[in-house]
């Protein structure tokens, strides 16, 4: 186990690098620039703001500038924002987009879960055709459609919830809902494929001739084999979901990641840009390693392949 995590650490960093490099070369060759919208500033205004952000250097030497002071836990100052650091706008909007994010992901794979260890023990045809009708209909819905629908019926037509920013708790519900449409999909199609996979194996029909009650074959032998594959998910959807979504926060108002993010990619502002790409880097290399790592623990056979 330890070989894995260091192997999983090392091209985790791998990564991090090339895309941080690949970003920073991408933003670069990308037409415009960060100031072209502001109004026309005499020549000499615009060489002396070049020259404090370091783009009159050549690429190499600006791409070595950066890399040091991401080395020195210093991701630069942000084009747009002048009053600001990349440091604070990212840690500010990270709390913000985790905080719905766990809510999202706890709902969304409780329910999923539910839902699915239902559809996969029912006999009812009927029930687990309505069931399965809507985890499909929910994996292939877009979340910025279900959030307009949510914000429509909910706070234009019946005024019962507010429909942007997070002033109140109420403000959470909207948006939450909305994300965990992804990890309730995902959870509940999975967890029903696998729980009917499981009841028919050799060993739960000896559990059930040694006259084992339904409920207690369900929990202890049925579910908790099924949720195994649930485990090797959770990483890239948490990830997904708790660095913010890009369509979510922009229609909810939420200043979170995804949000800034957008505004970033069209005001040029390469170094915003880059912290929070850092950012998504990070979680999803950390959620993959942990996965990995609680996997091994409920999976021998990965132990054993980690060994050899």
């Known amino acids: 186990m330890p070989s894995l995590?260091?192997?999983?650490?090392?091209t985790g960093l791998l990564t991090l690098f090339v895309v941080i490099s690949l970003t920073f070369l991408l933003l670069r060759l990308m037409p415009g620039g960060p100031f072209d919208q502001d109004r026309k500033l005499p020549p000499a205004i615009q060489a002396n703001i070049e020259a404090q952000y370091h783009l009159n250097e050549p690429l190499w030497k600006q791409y070595g500038i950066y890399i040091n002071g991401i080395l020195h836990g210093d991701l630069g100052p942000s084009f747009k924002y002048k009053s600001r650091s990349?440091?604070?706008?990212?840690?500010?909007?990270?709390?913000?987009?985790?905080?719905?994010?766990?809510?999202?992901?706890?709902?969304?794979?409780?329910l999923g879960t539910l839902l699915g260890t239902v559809a996969g023990l029912s006999r009812n045809r009927m029930v687990d055709g309505l069931l399965t009708l809507t985890g499909?209909?929910?994996?292939?819905?877009?979340?910025?459609?279900?959030?307009g629908f949510l914000v429509l019926l909910f706070?234009?037509?019946?005024?019962?919830?507010?429909?942007?920013?997070?002033?109140?708790?109420?403000?959470y519900i909207l948006p939450v809902l909305t994300l965990?449409?992804?990890?309730?999909?995902?959870?509940?199609?999975?967890?029903?494929?696998?729980?009917?996979?499981?009841?028919s194996q050799q060993y739960v029909l000896i559990k059930r001739s040694e006259g084992l009650s339904e409920g207690v074959i369900a929990v202890r032998h049925i579910l908790r084999n099924s949720l195994i594959p649930?485990?090797?998910?959770?990483?890239?959807?948490?990830?997904?979901?708790?660095?913010?979504?890009?369509?979510?926060?922009?229609?909810?108002?939420?200043?979170?990641?995804?949000?800034?993010?957008?505004?970033?990619v069209s005001n040029r502002d390469y170094t915003l840009v880059v912290g929070i790409t850092i950012i998504y880097g990070l979680t999803l290399i950390v959620f993959n390693t942990v996965t990995d790592i609680v996997y091994g623990f409920l999976d021998p056979r990965l132990r054993e392949e980690a060994k050899g």
């Open 5 to 10: 995590i260091l192997r999983r650490f090392l």
């Open 230 to 264: 649930l485990v090797s998910i959770l990483g890239p959807i948490a990830a997904a979901i708790i660095t913010g979504s890009f369509a979510v926060e922009y229609i909810f108002a939420i200043p979170g990641l995804g949000k800034h993010f957008v505004t970033a």
């Open 136 to 147: 499909v209909a929910s994996i292939s819905t877009p979340l910025f459609i279900f959030g």
């Open 86 to 110: 990349v440091s604070d706008i990212v840690s500010e909007a990270t709390l913000t987009s985790a905080k719905l994010g766990f809510l999202a992901l706890a709902i969304g794979v409780l």
């Open 155 to 171: 706070s234009l037509n019946l005024n019962w919830l507010p429909a942007a920013t997070l002033e109140t708790p109420k403000h």
């Open 180 to 199: 965990s449409l992804m990890p309730f999909s995902y959870a509940f199609l999975l967890v029903r494929t696998t729980v009917r996979e499981v009841r």
